[in-house]
């Protein structure tokens, strides 16, 4: 039966492990790889616009041995020029494995439904699992036992906070996360994940303590008209030096990217020494390598 990856909520902890340890293999010995994934075809269909997601889906398809075919906005229009069920079935027919990047999770629901290929959450307004495997990877590597570290999250309540929560859960991670009030994630997940996370709208408290400072745009796309209105309300949310002041000292930095520099995070933070923005961003391939080789790759 094929595998789907929609959220980091359906793989046990023993999974999350797996991949790690397989993306340490394919980080440190990416050429005994290069033919793990001959013949096989990844379609990306992008209903918004992305750099990471789509370079590290493409190279790290290529760098398989595998082949990929972007479909951007404009291409298949899914759900208008022809419904999802359909596209996912065609798309079958032709290819081995579906990214998708969406608005509502629901299509990634549905195309998971109708596709007989494996589909790959790519980003949803929900969630966002293959961000959140990255970044607990790359929190592994830099300070290897993970168990019990506090991950503080400022800002919007959205998918990438969603995908770390679980992440979080599975890991052994606890999180703080603090939003401006009505922004908090969604009622499921906070309940879902309350054991392993507090909830407040003090970003400083949220700090004190923490072992690493994360946060995400205050508008995600698709919010693009509620921006003026989200900097304004936002605003004491903002990662800057004074916020890291109340952190312990060396505590990590990370933001998924693309970043708003000036607003959620400053200049001076982003680019600091603990900042570890663009591990994040490499380890979105070698991850996402890791998730191709099991879901598309021969079964061993
Ligand atoms: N972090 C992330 O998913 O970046 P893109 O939107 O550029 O793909
Ligand atoms: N929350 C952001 C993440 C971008 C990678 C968005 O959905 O736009």
Redesign the pocket.
Known sequence: MKRDLISIKDLTPEELEEIFKLTDKLKKYPDRFNKELVGKTLALIFQKPSNRTRVSFEVGMYQLGGYSVYLGPGEINLGVRESIKDVAKTLSRYINGIVLRTFEHKNILEMSQSATVPVING?SDFS?PC?ALADIYTIREKLKNIKGKTLAYIGDG???CNSLLYAAAKTGMNMNVATPKGFEPVDSVMKETSKIAKFSHDPHQAVEGADIIYT??WA??GQEQEANDRNKIFADFQINQDLVKSAKKGVLIMH?L?AHRGLEITDEVIDSKNSIVFDQAENRMHVQKAILIKLLGAKK
């Open positions: 980003l966002h961000q959205n998918n990438v995400d745009v995600s796309m998924c693309p």
